[in-house]
């Protein structure tokens, strides 16, 4: 089923584009995507979710077809701009499922909005980034691309492949480095400098209240190593690895992943259902 996308004004200005499905009455549950991702990350995902589920994915600012500002890239503007989502949808709270970089600004919003978290769900995230080989590396070529210049199309392509250990279907990865090629190399920097070396949030992780599910590819070889920081961190935090896959579990396992935030979620609702109970007992 081809998905409708609409958009949103954020009070600041900032439109966002975002589809939506499942029961309106249900459960609300954001998708963030990662960096130079945006709502078509979860392009396979959406299809395999039960429809109790109120979904939502956007495209955060500066990424896809969202409004792009010279600045505001900090994990704290992105969470921000999730808390607005929210309050347009006139929703109280909801579930946070964040991937990579989404699982940043996922983790800023736990931190900054921790009354409007229903659960959270980080997808090959970690506490901080900028002392990860690979994405130091990262960061140093995309801060030395000219701002002026497109960004180069193999660049891209080489930077989305590495994210992947299994083969996904044919299309999908021309998709992604479509989405990427949409950001100019000033985007690119600009979320690199701000979202990503600004995301350390390691001494911050104990404030972080709510039920959280890590999930993790076993050949993810971006955050493998920082998942046991997310676990001493998080309280009420449980890990789950995915045999065989990479950073970009989601895409190489889409109907598990499905499966898995659908029973997280379902999770949640007995465990309010029996509180529930016992305050009226």
Same mark, same amino acid.
């Given at each position: 089923m081809e998905q409708v996308v609409r958009? /949103? *004004?954020?009070?600041?200005?900032?439109?966002?584009?975002? /589809?939506?499905?499942?029961?309106?009455?249900?459960?609300?549950?954001? +998708?963030l995507h990662g960096f130079t991702d945006s709502w078509r990350s979860y392009e396979s995902v959406l299809p395999n979710l039960p429809?109790?589920?109120?979904?939502?994915?956007? *495209?955060?600012?500066?990424h896809g077809d969202a409004d792009r500002p010279e600045t505001g890239y900090r994990p704290q503007d992105f969470a921000r701009d999730v808390a607005d989502f929210l309050d347009a949808h006139e929703l109280e709270r909801a579930v946070l499922v964040g991937h990579s970089m989404g699982g940043s /600004?996922?983790?800023? +919003?736990?931190?900054?909005h921790p009354e409007r978290l229903a659960g959270l769900i980080l997808v090959g995230a970690r506490a901080c980034w900028h002392d990860q080989p690979d994405v130091a590396a990262l960061i140093q070529h995309?801060? *030395?691309?000219?701002?002026?210049?497109?960004?180069d199309p193999q660049f891209a392509r080489d930077f989305q492949q590495s994210t992947l250990a299994q083969p996904v279907p044919p299309?999908?990865?021309d998709m992604a480095v479509a989405e990427s090629l949409k950001l100019p190399a000033r985007t690119w920097q600009a979320v690199c400098a701000q979202g990503i070396q600004q995301a350390n949030l390691t001494g911050l992780l104990t404030g972080i209240r709510?039920?959280?599910?890590?999930?993790?590819? &076993?050949?993810?070889?971006?955050?493998?190593?920082?998942?046991?920081?997310?676990?001493?961190?998080?309280?009420?935090?449980e890990l789950k690895w995915y045999a065989g896959?990479?950073?970009?579990?989601?895409? &190489?396992?889409? &109907?598990? +992943?499905? *499966?898995? /935030?659908?029973? +997280?979620v379902r999770g949640l609702e007995t465990d309010a259902s029996h509180l529930a109970l016992r305050k009226a007992g």
């Open positions: 958009s /949103v *004004s954020l009070p600041h200005g900032i439109r966002l584009p975002y /589809v939506e499905q499942g029961d309106p009455g249900g459960g609300a549950v954001v +998708f429809k109790f589920i109120r979904a939502f994915a956007l *495209s955060q600012r500066g /600004v996922a983790q800023r +919003f736990a931190i900054d995309v801060m *030395s691309m000219s701002p002026s210049e497109p960004v299309g999908w990865l709510a039920r959280t599910l890590l999930l993790c590819g &076993e050949l993810d070889t971006l955050a493998r190593d920082g998942q046991q920081a997310l676990l001493e961190g998080i309280k009420d935090a896959t990479g950073h970009a579990l989601h895409w &190489e396992e889409p &109907e598990r +992943f499905a *499966s898995d /935030v659908a029973g +997280f």
